[in-house]
Every structure is written in structure tokens, then in C-alpha cells.
């Protein structure tokens, strides 16, 4: 697994507000989708294309098109929501699905609740929208997903990053042998007693959507 940590000033800038805890909701996804099409620019470069040619007012031109199949962004429920204006706003032609995964606060294991996603992915490049990669089980068991119905390689983008996750997550992904990129706006100091990232910017889904029972 490749990870890529995006060091740019705005991505830098966007995430601070984003963790600042008076940063309300409507702000809060705002810079969420900002600073995921800033993410989702470094993350597509391997992105398949094939080559075009156009007739411009002066004369042709060849440049590339995006491939068929089309990429699938697969948003995992329900933070990743909040991810999916910006990944869109930069290849508004891709196809969507979902997974749905939430972490056992006790046993901190991803269960899966729901998907929507076509049975045969035979070829296709899949980009799975997370905002926090702590513990890496939740990604870890949307790519074993995807690549059961036969994903061929695999882009994750997070907002940020712990270390444990990032380990954990290579460890799990190794013996898939599946070409897969991590790209995210920050790797954190670490996970807490509970599996939150430290210093982290709290729950991405609570900041975004509000608080839930």
C-alpha cells in the first residue's frame, strides 16, 4: 500500500479549520468537500485515460478521455457522505455506490449494514471516501469488499490519519495484492484508549450531520 500525505497550504489550511471545535456544521462541510477535491486531484493521477483527439477552432489536438469503465467512488456510510460533492465535482462522470460500515465501540471491528454496489467490479478502479482512518478496520473491510467482486485497484482518501491505522490497514491489505493508494491531509500523533484519533478533529459524522442516539 502507497501512502501519500498532501502537503499543500490550502489542504493545510482547510484541515485546521476543520478541527477547530467552533467550526460549525454548515462550515464543517463546506471545507470537508473543498479540501476533498484538493485531496482527490493528487489521488486520481493514476487514473486510466485513453488517448482523443479533438478538433479545436484552429486545428486537431490530441489529449486522453477517461477510460470505460467509468472509476466508482464508494463512500462509506455514513461520514463518507459528506466526502462525495467534492470527489464528484472532479470527475462528475463516475459511477457511485455505498457501503455501509460502523465500528463496535467494544470490540472496535467494522460491521457491515448495507451496500449498493454492482455484484461484478471485474476491471474497475474503486475510490473509497472515508474521512478518518483510525483503527483501519472499516476501510480495510470496504477494499476486501469491493475486491471480492473484482476490483482491480483501489484509491482510499481519508481527511486524516493515525498510525495505528495506517499499519493496521497494510497489514490487512497485504495479502490482497491489490494495488491500493492512501491519500490523506494529515497523519495524526495517535489513536486514544478509545480509538479516536488524537489530536483528530472529533467525529467526522457528528460534525457534518449532528449528533445521532
Known amino acids: 500500500m502507497e501512502l501519500r500525505v498532501v502537503d499543500h497550504p490550502l489542504v493545510t489550511h482547510k484541515l485546521t479549520v476543520l478541527r477547530d471545535e467552533s467550526t460549525d ?14 485531496l482527490a486531484y493528487e489521488a486520481t493521477r493514476e487514473i486510466r485515460v485513453e488517448p482523443a483527439t479533438v478538433q479545436t477552432p484552429v486545428a486537431p489536438a490530441t489529449g486522453a478521455r477517461l477510460s470505460d469503465p467509468r472509476p466508482m467512488v464508494v463512500p462509506i456510510l455514513r461520514a463518507g457522505l ?46 473509497v471516501l472515508d474521512p478518518m482512518l483510525a483503527t483501519g478496520g472499516s476501510l480495510a473491510g470496504t477494499v476486501q469488499f469491493l475486491v471480492d467482486r473484482g476490483a482491480d485497484h483501489i484509491t482510499c482518501i481519508c481527511l486524516l490519519a493515525a498510525p495505528e491505522g495506517i499499519e493496521r490497514l497494510k497489514e490487512l491489505l497485504e495479502p490482497l495484492q491489490i494495488p491500493t493508494t492512501l491519500v490523506v491531509a494529515a497523519v495524526d500523533e495517535k489513536l486514544n484508549e478509545k480509538g479516536y484519533i488524537v489530536p483528530g478533529l472529533g467525529d467526522a459524522g457528528d460534525r457534518l450531520y449532528g449528533v445521532t442516539d
Open 25 to 38: 456544521s454548515a462550515t464543517f462541510r463546506q471545507l470537508t468537500e473543498e479540501l476533498v477535491t484538493l
Open 82 to 127: 459528506g466526502m462525495l460533492e467534492g470527489m464528484t465535482k472532479l470527475i462528475p462522470t463516475a459511477e457511485v455506490g455505498f457501503v455501509g460500515m460502523v465500528r463496535n465501540e467494544e470490540t472496535l471491528q467494522p460491521v457491515t449494514y448495507a451496500e449498493r454496489l454492482p455484484h461484478n467490479l471485474a476491471g474497475r478502479q474503486c475510490i
